[in-house]
């Protein structure tokens, strides 16, 4: 008979907080590793079979795994079909439920970005960091920043705190999202991670540049650039994450960088010094 506690450990390895599972075929929700009081960012769907089979992820991290019991070698033909059949519909059930997240969420955003009035350039965090307010919003005391796509749509919302603790929009959408800072387009646009790094470089330079929240975006949003501007140079300003490099052996923000300008045929620019990515 099969038993789920292969799909449980392959859940607990992804940081999701379960002790047991339910074999029903439906999408559930389960609280992740890092989630506050009330929050369930994991999820995951499991078909009884035979063959049992499942999926799961974490609507925070983006990360989506599928799983099965046992080796498909083993599988007969029908087995098999009925396995991948399981799969799609996990597929689209996490889809789906993906989309209505993203998009409650972007109404909460829009309508947050609405009610906020303008940032006060003696906010803590900018002053402490030395940048202008470029657009920024400012509600409850926590700084604003806006995460749109190439056509300037509002998705979700990052938040900047006085200490510079950043939070994302629950549930946002983030993948291939920038705030622009500078609207006059030329030959060359500036992208990099953090809003204070951006605001820099293009105080700096006066090239426009994008925010891209964090190293693992670069790519997404050197791609919707390129898309949006196919003549220009795009310059990816990476983070010198060496402390990192030092502990685990990669530098994350060089490499992501590196990535993301190679996607485009763009180049990378690096900081004499390490960054705090801010």
């Known amino acids: ?23 029903d075929g ?22 009884a079979g035979p063959p049992m089979a499942g999926a799961y992820g974490n609507w925070k991290t983006g990360a989506n795994e599928q799983w099965r019991d046992g080796n498909d070698d083993c599988l007969s033909a029908s087995e098999r079909g009925q396995l991948q059949a ?21 109404q909460q955003a829009v309508a947050r970005w609405q009610r906020a009035y303008a940032a006060c350039a003696q906010h803590p965090y900018l002053a402490a960091k030395g940048v ?13 920043v806006p995460m749109r796509d190439g056509d300037g749509r509002l998705w979700s919302l990052q938040t900047i705190a006085a200490d ?42 006066g090239y426009p540049t994008a925010v891209a929240f964090d190293a693992g975006n670069l790519e ?41 300008a190679q996607a485009v045929g763009g180049v990378v620019a690096l900081p004499p010094r390490s960054s705090d990515g801010a």
């Open 1 to 23: 008979m099969n038993r789920p506690d292969g799909f449980i450990a392959a859940l607990r390895s992804a940081g999701l907080l379960v002790q047991s599972v339910v074999t």
């Open 26 to 47: 439906r999408l559930r929700r389960v609280r992740a590793e890092g989630d506050g009081s009330g929050q369930r960012s994991g999820w995951y769907v499991l078909y």
């Open 86 to 106: 399981a799969m799609r519909r996990a597929q689209r059930q996490q889809q789906a439920e993906r989309a209505r997240r993203q998009g409650a969420a972007r």
């Open 132 to 144: 202008g307010t470029h657009g920024l919003r400012q509600a409850d005391g926590l700084l604003l």
């Open 164 to 205: 510079g603790s950043k939070r994302f929009q629950a549930g946002g959408r983030k993948r291939g999202l920038y705030y622009a800072i500078g609207r006059q387009v030329i030959d060359v646009v500036c992208i990099a991670e953090g809003y204070a790094t951006a605001a820099s470089i293009y105080e700096a330079t």
């Open 220 to 260: 997404p949003v050197a791609r919707e650039l390129r898309n949006k501007f196919p003549q220009a140079l795009i310059v990816v300003c990476a983070d010198d994450d060496a402390a990192t490099a030092l502990r685990r052996g990669i530098n994350p923000g060089l490499a992501n960088a590196q990535r993301a």
